[in-house]
């Protein structure tokens, strides 16, 4: 069964330091999607990118993060300057359409923990 | 705003039922349901939508209650592989934000 794979499993990066976190969706969805939990909590979603453009983010997706399909497999977020608070598992999501009867799968995610 | 999710944590034997509870203040087009075990991602159950509709996924199944903006899964014969936290996450039109519930952690012992 297809999956959604994301790279690397973990990262540790110190403070103020940019990461990229990588993600390779299923390959006939259109929709993207990064979440991220904060251990023990819940999942929050961040941004949707469908059609080389951001369709819609949260108010935690601020001007540090940015989103990016560099080429026809690859989905990345990149945080530019992570502060400790950014520690979490970032969940990458794909979707074959935005509409409602579409599940959104999940890749395995990448634990990002900043020093 | 997220929907809340009742209860929080239920601990159960093998062989017993469950209900979890997911509800909205705000109108939902379609509520998703995942399962994650620690350490692991959410994985897919299944989407209800608005309509009243009643899925099943083996001794899973689910409803949805427009009217309470409500969904509930129903957990019969748990087994022990059911364990983990369940999430529902709501949306409102348009599938591209699933805002999620805080989670019920469900143990089930044998």
């Known amino acids: 069964e297809p999956e959604v794979t994301q790279t690397p499993s973990h990262q540790v990066t110190q403070m103020g330091q940019e990461v990229i976190l990588r993600c390779v969706p299923i390959s006939n969805h259109l929709y993207f999607y990064w979440y991220r939990q904060i251990l023990g909590q819940k999942v929050e979603f961040l941004v949707s990118f469908y059609n080389n453009e951001i369709s819609e983010k949260s108010e935690i997706f601020d001007d540090q993060f940015s989103v990016e399909r560099p080429d026809g497999s690859n989905f990345t977020l990149k945080i530019r300057s992570t502060k400790l608070e950014d520690s979490a598992m970032y969940f990458c999501?794909?979707?074959?359409?935005?509409?409602?009867?579409?599940?959104?799968?999940f890749g395995d995610g990448t634990r990002l923990s900043i020093l | 705003q997220q929907p809340v999710q009742s209860p929080q944590a239920v601990i159960l034997r093998e062989g017993e039922d469950a209900v979890i509870n997911c509800s909205s203040s705000?109108?939902?087009?379609?509520v998703h349901w995942y399962r994650q075990k620690h350490g692991e991602a959410p994985v897919f159950l299944m989407i209800l939508l608005k309509g009243g509709e009643q899925k099943g996924h083996e001794k899973i199944s689910a409803s949805f209650n427009e009217k309470k903006q409500q969904s509930s899964l129903y957990l019969t014969a748990s087994q022990l592989s059911y364990s983990g936290t369940y999430f529902c996450?709501?949306?409102?039109?348009?599938?591209?934000?699933?805002?999620f519930g805080q989670g019920t952690r469900l143990t089930i012992n044998p």
């Open positions: 705000k109108a939902l087009y379609s």
């Open positions: 996450g709501t949306e409102n039109g348009g599938a591209q934000k699933l805002v």
């Open positions: 999501a794909s979707s074959e359409s935005g509409y409602s009867n579409q599940p959104q799968h």
